[in-house]
């Protein structure tokens, strides 16, 4: 073989290497490439899991934190109003018990009397007064037109008269005590109102 033709063909051979280097490092570049923006994006996916994660669960705390404080605050309010709404039925009852020692208090419980009377026609039946007011029990029979018993009710403190018919099976509640206490869920449900626009 000559000089000329071996050095083409070491040419060649040289120039044929180089190319399938360049090939061999492009490929190991493009794979390189490929590994690193594979791992960036694994890692930015990552990062953001993590951030999810931890932020979720800081809010959560916060959220869990500031509904306790809110139940708490919640359980103030409502401890301070029930506090105000026995103070403020306290005082009516007394009201209503000093109004009881009046002699307009007489003609008061004869009114709820005759009220329960109609309601029981003719048939007898039982009244309950609270111990003090067992001095009108006369009066409050004749109010009957049924033959009325007439006895005391310790659960009956402030005033005002019961009855039960039996014949009817009817009890008909006519005291100061039942009169005030159903007032009080209106006070409640009010009170709440203006709480809550305030």
Known sequence: MSDYKSSNFLNAIKKFNEEERAKVVSEMENK??????????????????????HLSAAKSEITGKYAVKT??????????????????????????????????????????AKEIADTFNNNSCIVYVKEDDLKYENDIKSVFAGEAEVRSDVTIRIGGIKGFCEAMNIVADNTLDSKLESKRQWFVENIDLKLIHK
Do not use: H, N, P
Not at 35 to 40: I, Q
Not at 45 to 50: C, G, I, L, R, T
Not at 81 to 108: G, H, I, N, P, W
């Open 71 to 112: 139940l708490e605050a919640q359980g103030e309010v409502f401890k301070t109003r029930d506090k105000m709404v026995d103070e403020v039925f306290e005082r009516c009852a007394q009201k209503l018990r000093d109004f009881s020692a009046t002699s307009e208090y007489k003609d008061k419980l004869l009114g709820f």
């Open 32 to 53: 390189r490439a490929e590994a690193v923006k594979d791992a960036e994006e694994k890692g930015k996916a990552d990062a953001e899991k993590y951030i999810k994660k």
